[in-house]
């Protein structure tokens, strides 16, 4: 992928970005656990992981247990795909959990748990995409190459051109382009926890905290965005369906966790054990059409008419 080319004048501001920017970052850092001068690649992987479409704040509380229960690729590989998912409770979206557990097997059988360094070893494991592949090149051997999160998408947009209202932002093809051409040397690591957290806590996507920012000479955004703060705005629905009052996403993770807990559970039981005032017919309908996706998914298995996890 060849670098967007900037002029000498956009060169010069986004030199000063990158300096205000990094001495923003030094007195005003998220504290992490994962945030280590030497990182094992392995710990990146889990925690890049159980980042997708997780707070970091839930990666705080989830990722020492479960590096605790398995500390290596080894021993995650060699474990039940079971116990990953009971390790796994509480974080949701399990499809990740089963990805993180076949990337280690292929990272055991494949590589005998050393770890690749070249992106496109990288994305050959199951579950990697673009991002994580980069992000762990970054953060776990500081290679000079650029990744694009929600936050690093949404603050390089608004610096880089004027947008229109909270909302918009660049293509992310765009943004890796521009990500590349303004990199910092021997900084990769640095830079991009700057971007982070300076996306999550102050160029943040409904209220950005633009009175306060220390780019806002440099932003392109920045008046458009202060003349929307006090404009009411209604917040967009993510378009989820909801049955009986909660997405089917919950009722996946409530279901995995009654088979989990029981190691076995018909759908008849599944559906009393979860049933309240809903009507009979209609959520059991909901729960025999989730437990055929898991089935489906490699997630459970029959057995004696009852559903248990793989193992």
Same mark, same amino acid.
């Given at each position: 992928?060849?670098?967007?080319?900037?002029?000498?004048?956009?060169?010069?501001?986004?030199?000063?970005?990158?300096?205000?920017?990094?001495?923003?970052?030094?007195?005003?850092?998220?504290?992490?656990?994962?945030?280590?001068?030497?990182?094992?690649?392995?710990?990146?992987?889990?925690?890049?992981?159980?980042?997708?479409?997780?707070?970091?704040?839930?990666?705080?509380?989830?990722?020492?247990?479960?590096?605790?229960?398995?500390?290596?690729?080894?021993?995650?590989?060699?474990?039940?795909?079971?116990?990953?998912?009971?390790?796994?409770?509480?974080?949701?979206?399990?499809?990740?959990?089963?990805?993180?557990?076949?990337?280690?097997?292929?990272?055991?059988?494949?590589?005998?748990?050393?770890?690749?360094?070249?992106?496109?070893? /990288?994305?050959? *494991?199951?579950? !990697?995409? @673009?991002?994580?592949? &980069?992000?762990?090149?970054?953060?776990? +051997?500081?290679? $000079?190459?650029?990744?694009?999160?929600?936050?690093?998408?949404?603050?390089?947009?608004?610096?880089?051109?004027?947008?229109?209202?909270?909302?918009?932002?660049?293509?992310?093809?765009?943004?890796?382009?521009?990500?590349?051409?303004?990199?910092?040397?021997?900084?990769?690591?640095?830079?991009?926890?700057?971007?982070?957290?300076?996306?999550?806590?102050?160029?943040?996507?409904?209220?950005?905290?633009?009175?306060?920012?220390?780019?806002?000479?440099?932003?392109?955004?920045?008046?458009? /965005?202060?003349? *929307?703060?006090? !404009?009411? @705005?209604?917040?967009? &629905?993510?378009?989820?369906?909801?049955? +009986?009052?909660? $997405?089917?996403?919950?009722?996946?993770?409530?279901?995995?966790?009654?088979?989990?807990?029981?190691?076995?559970?018909?759908?008849?039981?599944?559906?009393?054990?979860?049933?309240?005032?809903?009507?009979?017919?209609?959520?059991?309908?909901?729960?025999?059409?989730?437990?055929?996706?898991?089935?489906?998914?490699?997630?459970?298995?029959?057995?004696?008419?009852?559903?248990?996890?793989?193992?």
């Amino acid at each position: 992928m060849s670098a967007i080319r900037l002029s000498a004048s956009e060169k010069k501001r986004f030199h000063i970005i990158q300096k205000e920017l990094i001495e923003w970052y030094k007195s005003n850092r998220r504290q992490f656990s994962w945030r280590k001068n030497i990182r094992d690649p392995y710990e990146v992987l889990v925690c890049e992981v159980m980042g997708q479409q997780t707070q970091a704040s839930r990666i705080e509380e989830f990722l020492p247990r479960f590096l605790k229960k398995f500390p290596t690729i080894r021993s995650l590989s060699s474990a039940r795909q079971s116990e990953v998912i009971k390790q796994w409770q509480g974080l949701g979206y399990n499809r990740r959990a089963l990805n993180l557990h076949r990337a280690a097997k292929e990272l055991q059988s494949k590589h005998s748990s050393h770890f690749p360094n070249t992106e496109d070893e /990288l994305l050959e *494991l199951p579950g !990697i995409g @673009k991002y994580t592949a &980069r992000a762990i090149l970054i953060f776990a +051997f500081n290679k $000079p190459v650029a990744t694009v999160d929600v936050n690093i998408q949404r603050l390089l947009s608004r610096l880089c051109r004027k947008m229109p209202d909270r909302d918009t932002m660049l293509p992310s093809n765009t943004i890796f382009e521009l990500g590349e051409s303004i990199l910092p040397a021997k900084k990769s690591r640095l830079w991009h926890e700057a971007l982070m957290d300076f996306g999550a806590t102050i160029c943040t996507k409904r209220n950005p905290k633009c009175n306060d920012c220390p780019l806002f000479d440099q932003c392109r955004s920045g008046r458009t /965005l202060i003349d *929307l703060i006090d !404009i009411p @705005k209604k917040l967009s &629905r993510n378009g989820e369906p909801k049955y +009986f009052g909660q $997405p089917r996403r919950i009722w996946r993770g409530k279901i995995l966790k009654i088979i989990a807990e029981h190691e076995a559970a018909s759908a008849t039981m599944i559906s009393k054990t979860l049933q309240h005032s809903f009507p009979k017919s209609e959520f059991s309908s909901l729960i025999r059409g989730i437990l055929d996706d898991l089935v489906a998914e490699g997630f459970c298995q029959m057995k004696n008419k009852a559903y248990c996890l793989i193992q």
